[in-house]
């Protein structure tokens, strides 16, 4: 059915464009003795390019306007003399979405300093600074294949001049003159925009001294667009047209010009773009060089955001961290346990709700994010009905379940992964583990790849961009959520904090300061686990952060006589080999604690090898987690 429907908005669309493509052709015939010499008109319909095209369009009623001053050097030379030497052209234009596939837009250009002799053979005064008006262009943009849905997209851009031009120095056409550009552009990655434009350009002929003007000539264009960062696109383009009776022969008929620029575009819709041409083949309207500085601004709406965002949803999976409700989080403390207890008359009318969302976070990080990955030999049977439900979820619930569900787990789990005790933990722990994993790389990494420096981020942070691989898109945004998720706003991300309800301290894990209890055996856990890469031992920027956090607990806790730093290996290589890593290891956060001012002779290094792994060394993922150091509490002042 859908498939239908798409079929004849594709057919409507294709019928009106036709209309368009007709009265362009239709309305050209008649007598001209001059032409318009511009061939290059900013668009305020284009997201990517500035004087090509793209295939997308505008949204319904978002609309663009904008100037653009334009400088051109020599755009038209005639066979025995330079006819326009200097050209300063001021461009207004303006376009609208009529709807969310079809955009119109208008650009017309005032001369304001035409730097022009007649071109004809008598002896003339020479060169006159005149200002004109030149020829509006108005465009219509149609939308026939959206690349958020197709692996291209795909546009068609009918077009007309209006003879309002002074075409006595070549500032317009005297006569409409129609066309139609057909729009293609893919994404070769989601910053890099390929575009190709091609069509026809119609009008009546044209001779003058060797410029012979066709009827019909051939239009070819195309470009890069690269956005480099959110507000900052580069864009390299060419723009080509030549007639159909006399393709590239002869170089006056022929004009082709290549641009670059850079443009800048803020939040609040303001556009700034700056760059530069030089002809390619000089022929009318392709000047020796060109120059021109754009400002434009785009009304966007909140709804027009909501809409390109669903776009990008549908094609790259990931979007901005949903908010949590933590109004359902907080009627923990009010509703009754049992939801059989829930009485309306008394308790808040939200409990049913959080019933419903308890329900599904009691089971969900003891199953496969996948669904496809359930094994009901292994895993809890209600797991299908989890899986059943979640869709019926917003992404707002289901970020609200996922802080359920760590909040109840998080009591229930050591700080540390290595103190895990399967008799005393629950089972889900280990997925609390890789949880707070995640959401702390997420912290601290960049969202894209792209942005990744080895050399100034966490090398673990390759791991925030497999994620998808191992979740679903909706647990890859609750991810997101928890990395941002600081309810009682410590500084210490709820997934790690022991006391989310309460302010506390790194040093207290998330809790209030208060009087500890140490014990000997016992592990100083910290926020982040000290792991380290295959056969190194150099201390990265985010374990300097986590042995900072032990550092600051001998100082503020002096009771604390002596710990032993241990260092750990995985399973590859020689016990020996293994041995001398993990010494190294040990000896290297001594090193570092003893830098943080804490007594030498309170800190004892020793290596484990790979005697005590925390997960299976038959894992990539398992290994990395055994190459870790781990402090432990030896002994106590009494």
């Known amino acids: 059915m859908n498939s239908k429907r798409g079929i004849m908005k594709l057919l409507q669309r294709l019928v009106l464009v036709s209309t368009f493509l007709v009265l362009g052709q239709g309305v050209v015939h008649a007598t001209t003795t001059r032409f318009s010499v511009f061939t290059a008109f900013p668009s305020p319909l284009e997201h990517d390019f500035q004087f090509i095209h793209g295939s997308r369009t505008l949204f319904q009623l978002q609309w663009q306007v904008g100037t653009q001053i334009d400088y051109s050097y020599r755009p038209f030379e005639g066979s025995t003399r330079r006819i326009i030497d200097h050209l300063w052209t001021e461009h207004f234009f303006g376009g609208i979405g009529i709807t969310d ?76 003159l129609g066309g139609g550009l057909v729009l293609f552009d893919v994404e070769l990655t989601r910053r890099l925009v390929l575009a190709l434009n091609t069509g026809a350009e119609f009008k009546e002929d044209v001779s003058l001294q060797n410029v012979q003007l066709s009827t019909v000539s051939f239009l ?156 009901p030999t292994i895993h809890d049977a209600g797991c299908s009905k989890v899986y059943e439900m979640r869709k019926n979820l917003t992404n707002e619930e289901y970020a609200t379940v996922y802080v359920l569900a760590a909040s109840s787990l998080q009591q229930n789990c050591p700080a540390d992964p290595s103190q895990f005790d399967p008799e005393k933990h629950d089972t889900a722990c ?4 890789e949880l707070r994993e995640a959401a702390s790389l997420v912290a601290r990494c960049p969202q894209n790849s792209r942005d990744f420096n080895p050399e100034i981020h966490d090398p673990s942070c390759p791991k925030v961009y497999t994620l998808k691989k191992d979740y679903s898109k909706q647990d890859v945004q609750a991810i997101y959520v928890l990395s941002q998720s600081d309810a009682d706003k410590d500084g210490i991300l709820d997934i790690q904090d022991q006391c989310p309800k309460e302010y506390g301290t790194a040093v207290m894990f998330g809790c209030p300061e208060a009087k500890v209890v140490w014990k000997a055996g016992q592990i100083l856990g910290t926020a982040a686990p000290i792991t380290f890469s295959f056969n190194q031992w150099t201390l990265s920027t985010e374990m300097a952060k986590s042995l900072n956090e032990v550092a600051e607990i001998l100082h503020n806790y002096p009771e604390i006589k002596i710990v032993r730093i241990e260092g750990h290996a995985d399973s590859i290589g020689s016990k020996i080999k293994n041995k001398l890593v993990s010494e190294r290891r040990a000896q290297a956060v001594k090193r570092f604690i003893e830098k943080c001012g804490v007594e030498s002779f309170r800190l004892k290094a020793v290596g484990m090898g790979s005697s005590q792994p925390v997960a299976s060394n038959k894992t990539v993922k398992g290994r990395a987690q055994n190459r870790r150091a781990t402090v432990l509490l030896l002994e106590l002042v009494e």
């Open 430 to 433: 280990s997925k609390v583990f």
């Open 220 to 375: 070819l264009e195309g470009g890069l667009g690269l956005h480099a960062t959110k507000q900052l696109d580069i864009t390299a383009e060419i723009k080509s047209k030549t007639p159909f009776g006399n393709f590239m022969k002869e170089e006056a008929e022929s004009p082709s010009e290549v641009l670059g620029g850079l443009r800048w575009r803020g939040d609040s819709g303001l556009g700034i773009a700056a760059g530069g041409a030089t002809g390619l083949v000089y022929g009318a309207g392709a000047p020796r060089a060109r120059a021109y500085l754009r400002l434009d601004y785009t009304r966007t709406t909140e709804a027009h955001r909501k809409k390109l965002e669903e776009l990008e949803i549908a094609k790259y999976g990931l979007k901005a961290p949903p908010e949590v409700q933590w109004a359902i989080i907080e009627l923990k403390d009010k509703c009754p346990s049992t939801p059989s207890d829930f009485n309306p008359e008394v308790h808040d009318a939200g409990c049913p709700k959080l019933y419903e969302l308890n329900q599904i976070a009691s089971l969900s990080l003891k199953c496969p994010s996948q669904p496809k990955d359930f094994d």
């Open 101 to 176: 596939w079809f955009s119109t837009s208008i650009d017309w250009p005032l001369a304001l300093l035409n730097h022009f002799q007649d071109p004809g053979p008598v002896v003339t005064p020479g060169f006159e600074n005149d200002t004109d008006l030149a020829d509006p262009r108005v465009e219509f943009k149609f939308q026939l294949l959206s690349r958020y849905k197709h692996i291209v997209g795909l546009g068609i851009l009918p077009f007309i001049h209006i003879p309002l031009g002074n075409q006595a120095h070549f500032m317009g056409d005297n006569t409409l």
